[in-house]
């Protein structure tokens, strides 16, 4: 797999320059058009993780790589990408359009945890498809983007934060309203969000070196100081998933993606996963894809 791409190397590979001061102060926000982003001689998105935070308005057939699926875009979609989950852009059609913006976790210091948004989180799928309507709303918002970078206002800054929330709750409000985001703070939400940040916190495995600490529900609840049965029934009632079923899914996921995009063998992929022996790896694979890791790596 490609190395995580830094924001420098972002500025350094599309636009073969790097803005004064990126990794100071405020934190780095920029916007840009994909029309501009995409010129002739521009190279195209390596699969990879990115080290900073993107919000893209595609507009124009497209084919989203995402972690482990391919996500086809029809006509128009809002797409959420963060540094724990590899993506690539592949164009189906010669209209290309939109925008995109890219920003820190230090732009938002103080304002709030990036990964507590749904879109955010390594389990979601952070496409929405969207109406002629919704498109123009969302115009509107990247034009106000554009509008604050260009201007002196002393507080641009601010404004540019609040328009990034505009984006993820309008999204929020596009989605089907989910028990966790209707429920109200309570012991269960707070030790579920503990258990999946914990577990995100896992990923991504950038080097076959690299061990995940915590792969069962009990390893987790010892981590977290409560009771399993605590754990299992909190994360039950939030999510309507088991500890066991989201863990695995997580480790699923990675797996997929360290056969596709790393040259690691079976046994250095199952022990970077925590698994005691590759056999026990691969009849865990086997028994979710129906297939042997080794014959789903062919299939790529």
Not at 131 to 142: A, C, F, M, N, P
Not at 160 to 185: C, G, I, P, W
Request: aromatic letters at 14%; hydrophobic letters at 40%.
């Amino acid at each position: 797999m490609e190395k995580l791409q830094s924001l420098e190397e972002f500025y350094r590979s599309k636009f073969d320059r790097i803005p004064e001061n990126i990794r100071h102060g405020v934190g780095h926000f920029n916007v840009f058009t994909i029309d501009e982003y995409i010129g002739k001689h521009t190279k195209p998105v390596v699969y990879s993780r990115k080290d900073y935070y993107k919000i893209t308005l595609i507009i124009g057939r497209n084919r989203i790589h995402y972690a482990d699926k391919v996500i086809e875009i029809k006509k128009q979609a809002l797409f959420f990408t963060n540094p724990q989950i590899p993506y690539k852009f592949e164009w189906i059609d010669d209209y290309k359009s939109g925008f995109f913006c890219v920003f820190t976790a230090s732009f938002f210091h103080h304002f709030g945890n990036l990964n507590d948004y749904e879109v955010f989180k390594p389990n979601a799928l952070p496409v929405f498809e969207l109406t002629d309507g919704q498109l123009e709303d969302i115009k509107q918002v990247y034009g106000k983007m554009q509008d604050a970078l260009d201007s002196d206002y002393a507080h641009k800054y601010d404004l540019l934060r609040n328009l990034v929330f505009d984006l993820l709750h309008y999204t929020h409000s596009m989605q089907t309203a989910s028990k966790v985001e209707k429920q109200q703070a309570n012991a269960s939400q707070r030790i579920t969000h503990m258990f999946l940040e914990l577990l995100a916190r896992q990923f991504p495995i950038e080097d076959a070196r690299q061990r995940i600490g915590f792969r069962s529900p009990s390893e987790f609840a010892g981590q977290l100081a409560v009771h399993v049965n605590h754990l299992n029934r909190a994360v039950k009632e939030i999510t309507e998933k088991t500890t066991s079923a989201i863990i695995a899914d997580r480790l699923l996921q990675e797996a997929k993606i360290l056969l596709r995009h790393t040259e690691w063998n079976v046994s250095e992929i199952a022990y970077s996963l925590g698994f005691k022996e590759a056999t026990h790896f691969s009849s865990f694979f086997k028994k979710k894809m129906q297939m042997t890791p080794l014959r789903f790596r062919e299939m790529d």
